[in-house]
Each structure stands twice: as C-alpha cells, then as structure tokens.
C-alpha cells in the first residue's frame, strides 16, 4: 500500500487550499481514511476520517471549514480546506485503516503517507 498526499503550499489567512492523497494498493471502499496534521513540537492531531460508506467525522478545530471527501474510482482523498488560520499551519498526513471504529486514534492507522506541509501566515 502506497499514499502519496500532494496541494500543501504557502497561503494567506483566510485563504484555501485543497489536498489529495492518491492511494494505491487499497481500494477506499473497503477501508477508512484520514487525515491528520502535526506542527513543530505538537503531537499528531486528528484533522478528519471518512468511513468506506462515505460518512465523515471532524476534529473540533477544523468544524465547519474543512471537509474531507473522496473519488473512489480514482482511488483519491480530499482535504478541502478554507478559512485558513496561522494555528492550521503543520504537515498533513493521509493515512488508512481497516474498520471504521476508533477512526481518531492515529495509533490504528497502519498506512501513512509521507506529509504534505501547509503553512498558513497572518
């Protein structure tokens, strides 16, 4: 199983930008996805997961301004992100498990990609 994120950059607060992460080995039916982010000296955080059915939960920080998505034929994962803030700045990090439970926990994810940098400045 390979992940390969890409659409990291530098933005201006309040600004957008879109990532995607290109799966290959796994079909996105038949496993979760998620992304999660970890800036300088922080642990690594729980951004957003969708289930294979297409259900998708949210860290509270990124409620409402970021919104996780896929194309299963493209074998593709989103991570739309607006209304960017400076605290938004990390490496992103695509990653995949097998089962829907316990989709926050990074410690179940057993396929990662190798990060993709956002920073955001004010």
């Known amino acids: 199983v390979q992940l390969v994120e890409s659409g990291g950059g530098l933005v201006q607060a309040g600004g957008s930008l879109r990532l995607s992460c290109v799966a290959s080995?796994?079909?996105?039916?038949?496993?979760?996805m998620a992304w999660f982010r970890q800036a300088p000296g922080k642990e690594r955080e729980f951004t957003a997961a969708i289930w294979s059915s297409g259900f998708q939960f949210y860290g509270d920080s990124v409620k409402g301004r970021f919104t996780i998505s896929k194309n299963n034929a493209r074998s593709t994962v989103y991570l739309q992100m607006n209304t960017l803030k400076p605290e938004d700045t990390a490496v992103y990090y695509c990653?995949?498990?097998?089962?829907?439970?316990?989709?926050?926990?990074?410690?179940?994810?057993?396929?990662w990609g190798q990060g993709t940098q956002v920073t955001v400045s004010s």
């Open positions: 990653a995949a498990k097998y089962g829907p439970i316990l989709y926050s926990e990074f410690a179940q994810y057993i396929h």
């Open positions: 080995g796994v079909a996105l039916n038949n496993v979760t």
